[in-house]
């Protein structure tokens, strides 16, 4: 047998180009048909300006991960949010997490939403985003469950997973009284946490589980392999993301892509990292919030063109202008509470709440 250059070029191309398949996954172009805003103004709102000169203050590069995760919990813990937080523990089939519930006088404790978290699961908690359940605890009277899963560089990205899971399959039967079967389950989450909720979408799903009631994507992260134009396209808008995903942008996609298969143990595109790269039929009653300024903007409008296009009742809802999760500035952004009032009149239609 004789070898030639040619032959082995041939042969490490078709190795290359697998494995940029393998880790990139199926091309995600065919679902980036255009979704017409639905919340559109011509420029931001002064209040907006506001929160991306606090963000640009906030969010360097170069911040350490523990004065991150501090900064983040700051949020939760310097003001009264009229609510109470209940600490609980998650165990089930050997997976114990610890939790927070935020509940309100007269809440329904049969009625539950479980909350996760985003914060590009390195940071975050559910004290951190108590600004968001304690609007939905406010505005729905149920029971908001929010898990502390477990994040990285301590654990594998996996361990989110792993949480997320037993979460939901501890509060199908557990509510803030003790056991107790739910009369109505939410899944909720923003950013990574949105990644998990809608991961757990598609997993209750495939186990022939109870669904979700409703679920509720929050700027949520649906690709791993981060292939969507707006990542760069609105890099500049994106205040909140830019100093995150800024370093990242500097790498060659396919030397990232790399990397990022050997941090997360399995490859970008892989269904629990990527919900996108699922089969998305047969899915709950779903919310999908995102801005047209962010970075994960063409995450939510694939994940929504796809699933539509498989015949799940899944909506998106988008605003000009506004943050990567806008909705934790509820004290800031008055496009935060109109966010909630669609999730509220959403939520109300799926018979949440009543």
């Not at 978290?117 to 968001?132: E, I, L, N, Q, Y």
């Not at 803030?176 to 109505?184: I, L, N, R, S």
């Amino acid at each position: 047998m004789i070898v030639t250059t040619t032959s082995i070029a041939a042969a490490t191309g078709g190795a290359y180009a697998l494995t940029r398949r393998y880790l990139r996954g199926a091309s995600l172009n065919r679902w980036d048909s255009e979704i017409p805003t639905t919340f559109d103004t011509p420029e931001p709102s002064k209040e907006m300006l506001g929160v991306n000169a606090y963000l640009a203050s906030q969010f360097t590069v170069g911040e350490t991960l523990s004065a991150k995760r501090e900064r983040f919990n700051k949020t939760g813990l310097n003001r009264d949010f009229g609510c109470t937080f209940k600490n609980d523990t998650v165990e089930f089939d050997g997976v114990s997490v610890e939790g927070e519930w935020t509940l309100v006088e007269g809440a329904n404790p049969d009625q539950r939403i479980l909350y996760l978290h985003g914060g590009a699961f390195t940071v975050g908690s559910p004290v951190s985003h108590r600004p968001v359940t304690s609007n939905l605890a406010k505005r729905m009277g149920c029971a908001v469950f929010a898990p502390d899963y477990r994040l990285m560089p301590e654990h594998a990205r996996t361990a989110s997973i792993e949480d997320s899971k037993a979460s939901y399959r501890w509060i199908l039967d557990n509510g803030p009284q003790g056991p107790a079967e739910a009369g109505k389950i939410v899944v909720a989450g923003d950013s990574a946490g949105g990644n998990l909720t809608l991961m757990l979408s598609n997993w209750t799903r495939d186990m022939g589980l109870r669904k979700p009631d409703a679920v509720i994507g929050i700027s949520p992260a649906t690709d791993g392999a981060a292939t969507g134009p707006s990542v760069r396209s609105n890099f500049e808008t994106d205040v909140m993301l830019k100093p995150l995903i800024g370093p990242m942008l500097k790498v060659p996609h396919d030397l990232l892509l790399l990397g990022m298969w050997r941090r997360l143990g399995m490859p970008p595109s892989a269904k629990p990292i990527s919900p996108v790269h699922d089969r998305l039929h047969d899915l709950p009653p779903t919310l999908i919030h995102v801005s047209t300024a962010e970075m994960l903007y063409d995450d939510a409008k694939r994940y929504v063109n796809k699933a539509q296009a498989a015949g799940s009742p899944v909506e998106l809802q988008s605003w000009s202008h506004m943050c990567h999760v806008w909705h934790i500035f509820d004290e800031m952004l008055p496009e935060a509470h109109h966010a909630f009032d669609e999730i509220t009149k959403f939520l109300e239609a799926q018979g949440v709440g009543q």
